[in-house]
Nanobody
């Protein structure tokens, strides 16, 4: 079992920055690839970013590439999502997810463990 707790959401103006954190517990953190997903009202959940267990590989949705950065600190059992140049269309509930195994994936069905989500609202 893996427990995930997100933090860092809130309200920010367009063009601003925000960092989300996800603290994990329950098993060896470095053995889990991690991902961030988001879901806006009335829309399906979508992939945002993912990182391998070692942190050596990352992947991003085209919509956030160049603006968002995923990273992890395996000593602290924490994964981060640094979001810069935020746009109103980034407004959503952001979810942290963990996958059994360290290899990076982007499809949400591969992620077994999910956090409760944190709201990010970007005002225009």
């Amino acid at each position: 079992q893996v427990q995930l707790v997100e933090s860092g959401g809130g309200l920010v103006q367009a063009g601003g920055s925000m960092r989300l954190s996800c603290a994990a517990s329950g098993r060896t953190f470095s053995s889990c690839a991690m991902g961030w997903f988001r879901q806006a009202p009335g829309k399906e959940r979508e992939f945002v970013a993912a990182i391998s267990g070692s942190g050596g590989r990352t992947d991003y949705a085209n919509s956030v590439k160049g603006r968002f950065t995923i990273s992890r600190d395996n000593a602290k059992n924490t994964v981060y999502l640094q979001m810069n140049s935020l746009k109103p269309e980034d407004t959503a509930v952001y979810y942290c997810a963990a996958k059994d195994g360290p290899l990076i994936v982007t499809k949400d069905s591969w992620f077994r463990y999910w956090g409760q989500g944190t709201q990010v609202t970007v005002s225009s």
